[in-house]
């Protein structure tokens, strides 16, 4: 199997796992991980369709929000393969291509959430501190440059990681940690020299992960500064009120991205299934929770639902 990597019928199969120690619960958790899609599917869907079909929500905010929609689709239908071929059906092989591919498209799709973030974020910084401006900045053009800047990026930095890995021979164990294939897992996995992989990797997380919640912060500090030069404290509330659902979208999906890097840094003595259940909380919690809080936190939204619930005619 170490032969020749570059030998599509010498490359390994791996074997996906569960939650260590926690077999035999397995159906329970295809329940529990079955509702989670339904909720993140569902929920994005109607997030999509409520901003379509409402005049009112054909707003830059609105738009960057169906971005964050579309990509937590594509986060969700990344991992449902193989979850649902594990728990449900205990199938566990994944051939080389296939885990290449489904590697791409999640951390394709992490990173463009956190672009989308930070655009959102320059979003709310314009609408809060260049109020007279902000339909002139955020454009229809800019807009859709934006976006497409944010995927492009992600594309660029993610495309390299399939071919760093198939120029490695794999002479060990193929068994990830996981239900889906992350490349920090299969960095792990080749016996030849990964120095290259590790530098790439170090320079993506920096590059993203490093970079964007520093922009974050940055836009952050600038509409605070710009909210207290305000006089009235009702008109300091009412303008942070606007960023209550980006600020929540943005800890929910950094917060256990920490979470799951210190795990791997520091954590190698924790128990198993502890790097496995932080893994599933970062991939799993984001696209569930965002429609849900931006479903809450956003009136127009939220009166739309409301009206599809009770049946009436829209």
């Known amino acids: 199997m170490g032969g020749n990597p570059h030998n599509s019928s010498e490359w390994p199969t791996f074997i996906l796992t ?13 329940l529990l991980l079955g509702t989670l899609y339904a909720v993140s599917i569902v929920g994005n869907a109607l997030i999509l369709f409520i901003i379509k079909e409402e005049q009112s929500l054909h707003q830059p905010m609105y738009y ?17 393969p193989t979850v649902l071929a594990t728990f449900c059906f205990h199938f566990r ?30 979003d709310r910084y314009v609408a809060i501190c260049k109020p007279l401006h902000y339909a002139t900045v955020l454009s229809d ?9 944010a995927f492009i990026r992600s594309f660029c930095l993610v495309f390299p990681l ?24 299969l960095i792990r996995l ?25 922009l974050i912060l940055l836009s952050y500090a600038l509409i605070v500064r710009s ?10 509330l009412k303008m942070l009120h606007t960023c209550v659902s980006h600020t929540c979208a943005v800890l929910i999906f950094y917060v256990p991205m920490v979470g799951v890097s210190m795990a791997a840094r520091y954590g190698r003595h924790a128990p198993p299934h502890l790097h496995t259940l932080l893994s599933l909380v970062y991939l799993f919690v984001p696209p569930m929770l965002n429609p849900v809080i931006y479903s809450i936190k956003t009136k127009e939204i939220r009166q739309r639902l409301c009206r599809m619930l009770a049946g009436t005619k829209f």
């Not at 569960?18 to 295809?30: K, M, V």
């Not at 956190?114 to 320059?122: E, Y």
């Not at 807009?143 to 800047?149: A, D, L, Q």
């Open 162 to 185: 399939p071919f760093l890995l198939k120029r490695l021979p794999f002479c060990k164990a193929n068994i990830l940690s996981h239900a889906y294939c992350l490349h920090p897992d």
């Open 64 to 80: 960057f929000l169906s971005l964050l929609s579309v990509n937590d689709l594509g986060v969700s239908f990344s991992t449902l």
């Open 93 to 122: 092989e994944i051939s080389f291509d296939a885990c290449m591919a489904q590697m791409f498209f999640i951390h394709l799709f992490s990173f463009m959430e956190s672009g989308i973030l930070l655009v959102m974020s320059f």
């Open 141 to 149: 053009g800019r807009i859709v440059r934006m976006g497409v800047s």
């Open 18 to 30: 569960g939650l260590p120690g926690l077999e035999t619960s397995q159906d329970w958790l295809f």
């Open 227 to 236: 909210v207290l030069a305000i006089a009235s404290r009702e008109g300091r």
């Open 190 to 214: 080749p016996c030849g020299d990964i120095t290259i992989n590790n530098r790439f990797g170090l320079f993506i997380v920096i590059s993203t992960f490093g970079l964007d919640p520093a």
